[in-house]
């Protein structure tokens, strides 16, 4: 009913931020997905950002029927929406999050009355447990990437940088961000210029995320000389370990 579209899109605003993640569990008539896309849409600074909505639908016969209405089948249409249509729908989605990690996992979720609640527990416990074992393997790469930084102490890397070797130099940006994403690609291109490796950790699109898992997997691969992160202090990421060299500098005043 239109009373409850209108609660439905004041609790999705109350609860939405810029970065939230949305699953709708079940196509219903549509007119779900068409408030949470309303509700969604980003308008702020950073024009090329999309939150992304997964959508799992059971019944192929529920997509045949929204694709009869035009106004509807042009939400299909919409670059931040994936869906995941049939029987294993579930699966198909978990598959996905577990093979694409640039891919958010959701945060929000809204199960349409269509579905019993039996259902939207197993799609709760099957991210859960997703999480869990993203989790777990974040633990083990930070264990390898501190054992590897830790007898590097500050004699260590200051004999190393005063060999005048190649350095291994790894940012990290994000493209939610109007400016401070282009100083560190060109931080990064100076680098290169000046025959040292390095790279910069950033989502390869609008609608991506970087997972912790994915940086760590990083880290531990490249094993940098350098961190170096605009605007924020080593002391907000702790799992960086103590022995990695980090530098930043203030460029704006952030809320």
Same mark, same amino acid.
């Given at each position: 009913s239109e009373k409850?579209?209108?609660?439905?899109?004041?609790?999705?605003?109350?609860?939405?931020?810029?970065d939230s993640t949305w699953l709708l569990i079940g196509l219903g008539d549509g007119q779900l997905l068409k408030t949470l896309l309303a509700c969604t849409t980003y308008t702020g600074q950073w024009k090329d950002y999309h939150q992304i909505v997964y959508v799992l639908e059971p019944s192929p016969v529920i997509l045949?029927?929204?694709?009869?209405?035009?106004? +509807?089948?042009?939400l299909l249409a919409e670059d931040r929406v994936r869906? #995941? =249509?049939?029987p294993d729908c579930v699966d198909q989605f978990i598959d996905y999050l577990t093979n694409n990690q640039d891919a958010p996992i959701p945060g929000e979720i809204i199960n349409s009355k269509y579905f019993k609640r039996s259902f939207y527990q197993q799609v709760n416990n099957s991210i859960g447990e997703l999480n869990d074992k993203i989790r777990k393997e974040s633990e083990l790469l930070l264990a390898e990437i501190q054992a590897y930084y830790e007898p590097k102490d500050r004699n260590y890397w200051q004999k190393h940088f005063n060999s005048g070797s190649? +350095?291994?130099?790894?940012?990290?940006?994000?493209?939610?961000?109007? #400016? =401070?994403?282009?100083c560190g690609m060109d931080f990064v291109e100076g680098?290169?210029?000046?025959?040292?490796q390095a790279e910069l950790l950033i989502e390869k699109d609008a609608h991506s995320r970087l997972r912790l898992?994915?940086?760590?997997?990083?880290?531990?691969?490249?094993?940098p000389d350098i961190f170096f992160?605009?605007?924020?202090?080593?002391?907000?990421?702790?799992?960086?370990?103590?022995?990695?060299?980090?530098?930043?500098?203030?460029?704006?005043?952030?809320?």
């Open positions: 409850e579209l209108t609660y439905l899109a004041e609790s999705i605003t109350s609860r939405n931020r810029f045949q029927i929204f694709l009869k209405d035009i106004e +509807l089948a042009e869906f #995941f =249509i049939g190649p +350095l291994r130099v790894m940012g990290l940006s994000t493209r939610m961000s109007s #400016f =401070i994403q282009y680098f290169k210029d000046l025959g040292h898992s994915r940086i760590l997997e990083r880290i531990n691969e490249f094993k992160v605009i605007d924020h202090l080593k002391e907000e990421y702790s799992w960086l370990p103590n022995n990695l060299p980090y530098f930043c500098w203030i460029q704006d005043l952030l809320q």
